[in-house]
């Protein structure tokens, strides 16, 4: 089963790639070459302030071979813990370089993630835990909880990371949607289960049945909560079959991981349609025709011309 993400929004990778946008050759990288590291942090030699671009001297010396972890500004928010979402920006930069090799605060995007699901290296998942909501943090990496020895393009192997970190926001995500439970009455549609025990609820399609031309996006189980906007950036978990032949091709419950869409990047119409004016907290059942979903080209496992069908719990909002 391959995961649908990638095929849902422009991906916000955290190390996929360098920026680009950096000041190559300036003053400002030539001051921090020069600089010295202290007690193993290489020093912040500009954009010290938390949400200021930040510009990082190269590290001197051996890298320490531990995870480190300095709080350069403290926030006076909750400590984050695992299975919050978290909304950061930063700047990482290899140990014995001058030059970032990607940093959020160009793009004017921050990045989002789930502490304790794995989406990030070991040296975040470890070094964010229990910071404050507000702070600025300088983590030093050391390469096991980093890429190893196999390293990330543009990252070389063995490399020890350093990244600067504002927290700007967190929240704990509940393990399922919850609400009043909304009467499923057309016998053509499928059936969602109204579980609320944090697993994935059952999916039922029904057979011998077309499905529909246009897309349907109704409550299983409707909140009070704040209704979606399509500028807003959703935590959700949920489930995706086929319509065809009820084949699952996606769960984020058997992965343990919630999704996290910036709905202004979601680039699957009928998904990012059906959630906008939903509610925060609801379950609700998609079924994407193909003309808003995929059309008419094979994407991984999916066939062309597929009508997808979703069980999504939208669990919050950043």
Request: glycine letters at 10%.
């Amino acid at each position: 089963m391959r995961r649908l993400a990638g095929l849902l929004v422009v991906p916000l990778l955290l190390l996929s790639a360098a920026c680009g946008s950096d000041d190559k050759g300036s003053d400002s990288a030539s001051a921090s070459a020069s600089a010295p590291s202290k007690g193993g942090f290489p020093a912040i030699t500009a954009g010290t302030k938390s949400g200021e671009k930040p510009t990082l001297a190269k590290g001197t010396g051996t890298p320490p071979k531990e995870l480190k972890t300095k709080v350069i500004s403290e926030g006076d928010g909750a400590k984050l813990k695992n299975g919050d979402v978290a909304q950061v920006n930063y700047l990482g930069q290899e140990w014995d370089s001058t030059e970032p090799f990607d940093n959020s605060f160009d793009r004017k995007q921050p990045f989002d993630l789930t502490l304790g699901a794995g989406m990030v290296i070991q040296g975040w998942e470890k070094g964010l835990v229990g910071q404050k909501v507000g702070s600025r943090v300088q983590l030093v990496i050391p390469p096991d909880l980093g890429y190893g020895a196999q390293g990330q393009d543009p990252i070389k192997p063995n490399a020890t990371l350093v990244f600067v970190v504002d927290i700007l926001k967190a929240k704990q995500t509940p393990a399922s949607a919850k609400g009043t439970a909304v009467a499923q009455d057309d016998i053509d549609l499928p059936k969602v289960g109204t579980e609320t025990d944090g697993k994935a609820p059952s999916l039922t399609i029904p057979s011998k049945v077309d499905p529909p031309k246009k897309l349907v996006s109704d409550y299983v189980l409707e909140s009070k909560g704040d209704v979606v906007k399509d500028t807003d950036t959703v935590v959700v978990n949920y489930v995706a079959k086929l319509w065809k032949d009820g084949k699952e091709f996606d769960n984020t419950y058997s992965t343990g991981k919630t999704a996290t869409f910036p709905l202004a990047q979601v680039t699957l119409k009928g998904l990012k349609d059906g959630l906008i004016g939903k509610k925060i907290g609801s379950r609700v059942l998609l079924v994407v025709p193909p003309d808003q979903g995929l059309g008419d080209k094979e994407q991984q496992s999916i066939p062309a011309n597929s009508t997808l069908v979703f069980a999504v719990d939208i669990l919050a909002k950043m």
